[in-house]
C-alpha cells in the first residue's frame, strides 16, 4: 500500500515564474491536507480539501495561491507570480474522516 | 482556536537514556486528538504516537510512550532507551475532528553516542 505520493521533490523557479505541486492521497483516503513549513520553523496549516471541495481554506494566502482535488487525479496546489518568500517545504497529507494523517516525502520550492 | 506550546526547543540526551519531551495546548473541546510527529534530517514527517482524548490510558508504541493529563492539558512524550536514530525536530500536534492539525513550533532532540 503506497504511502502519500508528491512531487516534484524539488523544484526551483525564478520571481513571476508559477509553481504547480502535486499530491497523491493513499489509497482510501478522501481527505487532503496542505501545510507549509518555512525554514527553521514547524508546520502552518494551508487548505483542506476533499474531492472536488475545499472544505478549509482558511490558512491559505488570499493571492497567488490556489488548490483543487478534483474527481480523477491528484490534489494540486498552484502558486503564481512566485516570490522569494514562498520559498520553504510543502507538506501534503491524507486521511480518512477521523484518522491519522499521513504525510508524503514534501516538495522543497526554492524561488530565485 | 487551538494552540500547542513546546517550550523546549533543544535537547540531547546519551544513547541508552530516556527523555521526556513536553507539549501543553489549549482548547475548549472534549473530544480531540493529540499526536506526536518525529521530523529527522531527511524532512519526512513521520507519525510517532497517537493518543485520542477520550481514552483514559495512555498510549504506548514500543520505546514511546505519553503522559496525557486532560485536566492539564498535557501531552508529554517519552523516549526510553534513546537511539542515535532518534535524533530528530519533534512536533507536538493537536487536531479536533476531521480539521487541520495544529502544531507546537517543534523541538530539536539529539542522541549523543
Known amino acids: 500500500n503506497a504511502g502519500v505520493m508528491q512531487n516534484p521533490r524539488h523544484l526551483v523557479r525564478r520571481r513571476g515564474q508559477e509553481a504547480r505541486l502535486r499530491c497523491s492521497p493513499m489509497k482510501g483516503h478522501s481527505h487532503v491536507y496542505w501545510y507549509r513549513q518555512l525554514p527553521e520553523e514547524g508546520l502552518k496549516f494551508m487548505v483542506y480539501l476533499q474531492k472536488e471541495n475545499i472544505i478549509d481554506e482558511s490558512g491559505m494566502p488570499k493571492e497567488r495561491f490556489s488548490a483543487e482535488f478534483p474527481k480523477e487525479g491528484p490534489s494540486i496546489l498552484r502558486i503564481q507570480q512566485v516570490v522569494r518568500g514562498d520559498s520553504a517545504a510543502y507538506f501534503c497529507?491524507?486521511?480518512?474522516?477521523?484518522?491519522?494523517?499521513?504525510f508524503g516525502p514534501g516538495t522543497r520550492l526554492t524561488v530565485l | 482556536a487551538q494552540t500547542v506550546t513546546q517550550s523546549q526547543p533543544e535537547m540531547s540526551v546519551q544513547e541508552a537514556e530516556t527523555v521526556t519531551l513536553s507539549c501543553t495546548y489549549d482548547?475548549?473541546?472534549?473530544?480531540?486528538?493529540l499526536f506526536w510527529y518525529k521530523q529527522p534530517p531527511s524532512r519526512q514527517m513521520i507519525l510517532v504516537i497517537r493518543?485520542?482524548?477520550?481514552?483514559?490510558q495512555n498510549a504506548t508504541e514500543n520505546r514511546f510512550s505519553v503522559n496525557f493529563q486532560k485536566a492539564a492539558k498535557s501531552f508529554s512524550l517519552k523516549i526510553s532507551d534513546s537511539q542515535l536514530g532518534d535524533t530528530a525536530m519533534y512536533f507536538c500536534a493537536f487536531r479536533y475532528g476531521s480539521e487541520k492539525l495544529v502544531f507546537g513550533k517543534g523541538m530539536k532532540l539529539t542522541v549523543n553516542p
Open positions: 497529507a491524507s486521511s480518512t474522516f477521523t484518522d491519522t494523517q499521513y
Open positions: 493518543q485520542e482524548a477520550y481514552k483514559q
Open positions: 482548547t475548549s473541546e472534549s473530544n480531540y486528538y
